[in-house]
């Protein structure tokens, strides 16, 4: 079972020109969760969603966007923006949306969250925008809500960056808590310091396979990371054994975060 956690796609464009691009993208993948974009209108934004992933709910899986700042948090609310429409999960975007993960309306989420057995991925690292608050991006931030909803599934997007180590240390501090191992194909030493990283710090089983399309194809990302031991094995730098490095690929992320999906 090879899973892609990071995917997103417009709908509305999707709807257009068709699901060539997209499937070709994850041709070499059995799943793939797609994360609702940020800006606009969240219910609008997560029902078209909805409707766009229902006709492919074989291959995909959606999480629904929520500002706890901007949205009614009560469990009507979010099984309506989620479980109802056949959304599995939550994807927020702290830092672009100015608000700290531990905000109070935010801890009532993570609450309802873990009720309805909801994953939670935070999506607070990449190209930010001029506007977006990098001190709510960084994963230490998790620390309190991961300490106080244990049972809650947390995905740190991205591996955090640029705030890897506060990931690493993070997710092997906390069972439930989880890193995306969302790559970019093109800069194969940033790939390979964090993957090395990890292995030294003894928590790649806590890593899941990202691509971020439509940034980066799963093919693409596959490749790259099963390619870099023997690409930089001349330097005498230290590696990775693929053994390893294939189970982050072929991990059943769903799985891991309790998501269950149509066969």
């Known amino acids: 079972m090879i899973t892609d956690c990071h995917t997103h796609i417009s709908c509305s464009a999707a709807q257009q020109q068709g699901l060539g691009e997209r ?4 041709e070499n993948v059995d799943k793939c969760i ?3 974009d940020n800006g606009g209108s969240p219910a609008e934004i997560n029902e078209q969603l909805a409707q766009f992933i229902s006709r492919h709910d ?4 959606g999480f629904a966007l929520i500002d706890p700042t901007k949205t009614s948090i009560t469990e ?3 099984n309506s923006a989620t479980l109802k429409q056949g ?3 939550c994807v927020l975007y702290c830092s672009e949306g100015g608000f700290h993960p531990a905000h109070t309306k935010a801890m009532r989420l993570y609450e309802i969250a873990q009720e309805m057995n909801l994953p939670v991925f935070f999506h607070n690292a990449g190209d930010l925008s001029p506007d977006a608050v990098m001190d709510y991006a960084q994963p230490y931030l998790l620390d309190e809500v991961a300490r106080k909803f244990k049972s809650l599934k947390i995905v740190i997007g991205t591996m955090g960056m640029p705030f890897i180590q506060q990931s690493l240390y993070l ?3 906390h069972q439930n808590v989880y890193a995306d191992l969302t790559i970019n194909p093109s800069r194969i030493w940033q790939v390979y310091n964090t993957v090395v990283a990890a292995h030294e710090r003894g928590v790649l089983d806590k890593l899941l396979f990202g691509s971020g399309f439509p940034f980066g194809s799963a093919s693409d990302c596959i490749e790259t990371l099963l390619g870099f031991n023997k690409l930089l094995g001349e330097a005498f730098l230290p590696t990775v054994p693929r053994g390893d ?3 982050i690929i072929e991990r059943d992320s769903l799985k891991l975060l309790e998501i ?3 066969n």
Request: proline share 0%; aromatic share 0%.
């Open 58 to 61: 074989k291959k995909m899986v």
């Open 87 to 89: 959304l599995k999960g």
């Open 260 to 262: 269950e999906t149509a």
């Open 171 to 173: 997710i092997a501090k």
């Open 34 to 36: 797609v994360l609702a």
């Open 245 to 247: 490095i294939r189970n």
């Open 23 to 26: 499937l070709a993208a994850e």
């Open 76 to 78: 009507k609310s979010i």
